[in-house]
C-alpha cells in the first residue's frame, strides 16, 4: 500500500486547510485509516480514525481536536481527507496518513502544517 500526503502549508490561527491523502489501495479493503502529527519535540500522536470501515464505520478524534476537524474519505477516488477549521498553534507539525492493512501498518510521507498567532 502506498499513500501520497497533501495540503499541508502555512496558515493563521482560526484558518482552515484539508489534507488529502491517495492511496494505492481499494479504501474499502482496509481495515483503519487515519491521520496522526508529530509536533516539534514531542512523540507521534493519533489525531483521527475511522475504523470498521466495511461495517458502517466509525469515527474517532482526539479531544483536542473534536468539533474542528473531520475525517472522511471518498471511495471512488482511493483518498482519505483532513479537513480542519478553526486552526490553533497547537495544531502545527507534520501530519501523517496511516491505513492498516492485514494487520499492518503503512505510512505516507507526512506534510507539514504550521500555524501562526
Known amino acids: 500500500v502506498q499513500l501520497q500526503a497533501s495540503g499541508g502549508g502555512l496558515v493563521q490561527a482560526g484558518g482552515s486547510l484539508r489534507l488529502s491523502c491517495a492511496t494505492s489501495?481499494?479504501?474499502?479493503?482496509?481495515?483503519?485509516m487515519g491521520w496522526h502529527r508529530q509536533a516539534p519535540g514531542k512523540q507521534r500522536e493519533l489525531v483521527a480514525r475511522?475504523?470498521?470501515?466495511?461495517?458502517?464505520?466509525?469515527?474517532y478524534y482526539t479531544d483536542s481536536v473534536k468539533g474542528r476537524f473531520t475525517i472522511s474519505r471518498d471511495y471512488a477516488k482511493n483518498t482519505v481527507y483532513l479537513q480542519m477549521n478553526s486552526l490553533k498553534p497547537e495544531d502545527t507539525g507534520v501530519y501523517y496518513c496511516?491505513?492498516?492493512?492485514?494487520?499492518?501498518?503503512?505510512w505516507g510521507q507526512g506534510t507539514e502544517v504550521t500555524v501562526s498567532s
Open positions: 489501495g481499494g479504501i474499502f479493503a482496509f481495515d483503519a
Open positions: 475511522i475504523t470498521n470501515i466495511r461495517s458502517g464505520s466509525t469515527t
Open positions: 496511516n491505513v492498516v492493512f492485514t494487520n499492518r501498518n503503512y
